[in-house]
């Protein structure tokens, strides 16, 4: 990422504003309960009575559909349970394998600009991806970040072809962000032939495993931070346990 690219893409907190929280969970996430925690958390940072979170989880095999999915890209609808949820975008997969970076920030703290935060969110993932030395780019009529596979036949038309490597689709509820990006470290590739991913068809998927480079969750994790904080600023670690929300607290 060149100086330029860094400071358009910052997006940093207020001076004197706390640092982010960084939780990462050791075990798989139940989809529902990831929600339910989300929205908790986004309740509790809107009202100023908790610091901003970032949480990093793997969730068991499953199909989201955001709010622009079309039903017809669920393509084995009985295959791994299907959620509809409210970020933006189509039909995703989430699973083992698979980094889920959920990203609570409050957009008043920092800008209220949609366009500059899914930017930051890319620069995040774009950023990572460099660390270790893969080449993550952006494409205006396609979503998410995307990797060149000069290894693969060419396409009809002579162009190269292009796998998707990393997701972005983000809600906002009274300026604090939640979803936010999935990146796929080892996942099992085939678990997303049972969608049309983010309804692009002629495009495939990859992994940082199926570019060749034999990386595990924490080494991603590192990297992740340090991106973190290059774009968006300090975090803390915190080490909160994930537990399903007691009995008469509302999600937010």
Known sequence: MTLRNELETRFFAAEGSPPVRWRVASNPVPYEE???RMEFEA???AAGRADELVWLIEHPPLYTSGTSADPADLVSPDRFPVFSTGRGGEFTYHGPGQRVVYVMLDLKRRRPDVRAFVAALEALAIGTLASMNVT????EDRVGVWVRRPDKPREADGSM???????IGIRLRKWVSFHGLSLNVDPDLEHFSGIVSCGISDHGVTSLVDLGLPVDMHEVDIRLRETFEAVFGPARDDATAWQPLEAGIPAA
């Open 136 to 139: 993550g780019e952006r494409r």
């Open 161 to 167: 072809q292009e796998d998707k490597i990393a997701a």
């Open 34 to 36: 990831a929600v339910a």
């Open 43 to 45: 309740g509790e940072i």
